[in-house]
């Protein structure tokens, strides 16, 4: 994987509790290491199946602890930590255009206005 793409193709088993092939990194706020690769601070995975469906996400120990969650989401839980971060999720996709735009089919802006207002109404239910 290139260092500054957002897409990560397995190459072996995923931890996660589904049967995903690949994540995107919908958020990172990362840090310089030690050596050239980056250390991420709070991040949140989107996992994603063979066939490139969305299974839920993934959390930084951070993120955790900021929001009382889990470390894998799903369903109402998901939608509320997306909510929650949506700004960062923004930001952060803005900056990885090209790949957001490959995977989702649409600039991140766009995208993002409406992912908002639904990831907001999915709170309210």
């Not at 397995?10 to 589904?18: C, F, G």
């Not at 470390?71 to 109402?76: I, N, T, V």
């Not at 089919?105 to 766009?110: F, S």
């Not at 995208?111 to 639904?118: D, F, K, R």
Request: hydrophobic share 35%.
């Amino acid at each position: 994987m290139d260092n500054s793409s957002a897409i990560r193709v397995y190459q072996r088993a995923s931890k996660s509790p589904w049967d995903d092939a690949s994540t995107y990194l919908l958020m990172a706020n990362t840090k310089k290491g030690s050596g050239s690769e980056p250390i991420f601070e709070d991040y949140i995975y989107l996992h994603r199946d063979k066939a490139g469906r969305n299974l839920g996400i993934s959390i930084s120990k951070s993120l955790r602890d900021k929001h009382c969650a889990a470390q894998y989401l799903e369903g109402d839980e998901m939608y509320r930590l997306l909510s929650a971060c949506s700004a960062e999720i923004a930001e952060f996709c803005i900056q990885h255009a090209d790949d957001f735009e490959a995977i989702f089919g649409l600039p991140p802006d766009i995208y993002m206005e409406v992912a908002m207002y639904y990831w907001d109404i999915m709170t309210k239910r």
